[in-house]
T-cell receptor, first 115, second 115 residues
């Protein structure tokens, strides 16, 4: 069975600084997707960034980028120029491809932005 | 596109009572998912539908839980004889499997408190 581990329950970063959230996963599959989702307090979860396992190039979305290390089964999220609106729970997640559709989430990292 | 809508947002019930939640997916999304999120944990998959067919159920979905999507549009999740351990956030997500990315969009959830 696939598992996703986030070892940092909470992190803090100064506004405008850069922060990296860690994630490791375990799978025996070769094809899969990895995601970072953001869940603001009392608001719906939104997709931040997605990585296909077959792509060697790391995904980027504006201030968000990932460091995908397939051999090490590591998938970290870097947030540059942190903003107050980035404060949220961040979940690392895994989905098999193509046959399985459910998403497996880690326990999350709560990110605080210090003004 | 109004997003995934879940009602009610909050539900307080007494142990032993039945409760029903509703999820309205994004229009034309043919896949609909239910997840449960307990305090301090990431969401856990419960079940999902493609159109009106329920394709997969997690072992977390005990006999007291039933989900339906009768016309392939909205879905309901019913919990019978609620227990205190059922207290959680119940999340619904939808996706369109005819596009390559098949991204799951989440609703804001229904928070259930069982007294």
């Amino acid at each position: 069975a696939q598992t996703v581990t986030q070892s940092q329950p909470e992190m803090s970063v100064q506004e405008a600084e850069t922060v990296t959230l860690s994630c490791t996963y375990d799978t025996s599959e070769s094809d899969y997707y990895l995601f970072w989702y953001k869940q603001p307090p009392s608001r719906q979860m939104i997709l931040v960034i997605r990585q296909e396992a077959y792509k060697q190039q790391n995904a980027t979305e504006n201030r968000f980028s990932v460091n995908f290390q397939k051999a090490a089964k590591s998938f970290s999220l870097k947030i540059s120029d942190s903003q107050l609106g980035d404060a949220a729970m961040y979940f690392c997640a895994y989905r098999s491809f193509p046959r399985d559709d459910k998403i497996i989430f880690g326990k999350g990292t709560r990110l605080h932005i210090l003004p | 596109d109004t997003g995934v809508s879940q009602n009610p947002r909050h539900k307080i019930t007494k142990r032993g009572q039945n409760v029903t939640f509703r999820c309205d997916p994004i229009s034309e999304h043919n896949r609909l998912y239910w997840y449960r999120q307990t305090l301090g944990q990431g969401p856990e998959f419960l079940t999902y539908f493609q159109n009106e067919a329920q394709l997969e159920k997690s072992r977390l979905l005990s006999d007291r839980f039933s989900a339906e999507r009768p016309k392939g549009s909205f879905s309901t999740l019913e919990i019978q004889r609620t227990e205190q351990g059922d207290s959680a956030m119940y999340l619904c997500a939808s996706s369109l499997d005819r596009v390559a990315k098949n991204i799951q969009y989440f609703g804001a959830g229904t928070r259930l408190s069982v007294l």
